[in-house]
T-cell receptor, first 112, second 112 residues
Framework: NAGVTQTPKFQVLKTGQSMTLQCAQD?????MYWYRQDPGMGLRLIYY???????DKGEVPNGYNVSRLNKREFSLRLESAAPSQTSVYFC???????????FGPGTRLLVL | GQQLNQSPQSMFIQEGEDVSMNCTSS?????WLWYKQDPGEGPVLLIA?????ELTSNGRLTAQFGITRKDSFLNISASIPSDVGIYFC????????????FGKGTLLTVNP
């Protein structure tokens, strides 16, 4: 039981390049979330998926898109990366008790 | 939107000391959660509180859900070096999307 997994762990992009961050959970959770973490800013919600087949914007969605591929997988795409998107990205999923979220290990992204 | 005020922002203590941190809000929450983030890792759930007035322990950690439902505190007794990290509070106010509001974290440093 791996919990929440994320790939890649590290990535360096040039401005304008695109990439997809992958997230998967094996706990049969319904809801999944993408956050970014920046120094002094805490965790900010980018997008979430309350259930398979639905996605909604969070606090900072601009420059990102998401896909809930199936119940297990929720991906985050940067179509044209910008230096302001340099951050640590965390995926999370909730438990049967919906408000308790469990986090992946994170993807560290540097955009030059 | 809702905000959580977490204090202190940082603490530097000696091994063996007790630690206390808290979160306050102008809004009511139905659930309070406390997470710890080790350097380079994702947040890990420490304690979840589901009822006003609830006091819950997890080893040397004790957390309480405030009676007014607008605050929560976390105590760590007899700190040890591995307690180092960032501690986050999070609140859930309701809704089927299960979105959480996070505090900005307390950075704890323990001097051996």
């Amino acid at each position: 039981n791996a919990g929440v997994t994320q790939t890649p762990k590290f990535q360096v992009l040039k401005t304008g390049q695109s990439m997809t961050l992958q997230c998967a959970q094996d706990m049969n959770h319904n809801s999944m979330y993408w956050y970014r973490q920046d120094p002094g800013m805490g965790l900010r919600l980018i997008y979430y998926s309350a259930s398979e087949g639905t996605t909604d914007k969070g606090e900072v969605p601009n420059g990102y898109n998401v896909s809930r591929l199936n119940k297990r997988e929720f991906s985050l795409r940067l179509e044209s990366a910008a230096p302001s998107q340099t951050s640590v990205y965390f995926c999370a999923s909730n438990s049967w008790r919906g408000e308790t979220q469990y986090f992946g290990p994170g993807t560290r992204l540097l955009v030059l | 939107g809702q905000q959580l005020n977490q204090s202190p922002q940082s603490m530097f203590i000696q091994e063996g000391e007790d630690v206390s941190m808290n979160c306050t809000s102008s809004s009511i929450f139905n659930t309070w959660l406390w997470y710890k983030q080790d350097p380079g890792e994702g947040p890990v759930l420490l304690i979840a509180l589901y009822k006003a007035g609830e006091l819950t322990s997890n080893g040397r950690l004790t957390a309480q859900f405030g009676i007014t439902r607008k605050d929560s505190f976390l105590n760590i007794s007899a700190s040890i070096p591995s307690d180092v990290g960032i501690y986050f509070c999070a609140g859930y106010s309701g809704g089927s999307n299960y979105k959480l509001t996070f505090g900005k974290g307390t950075l704890l440093t323990v001097n051996p």
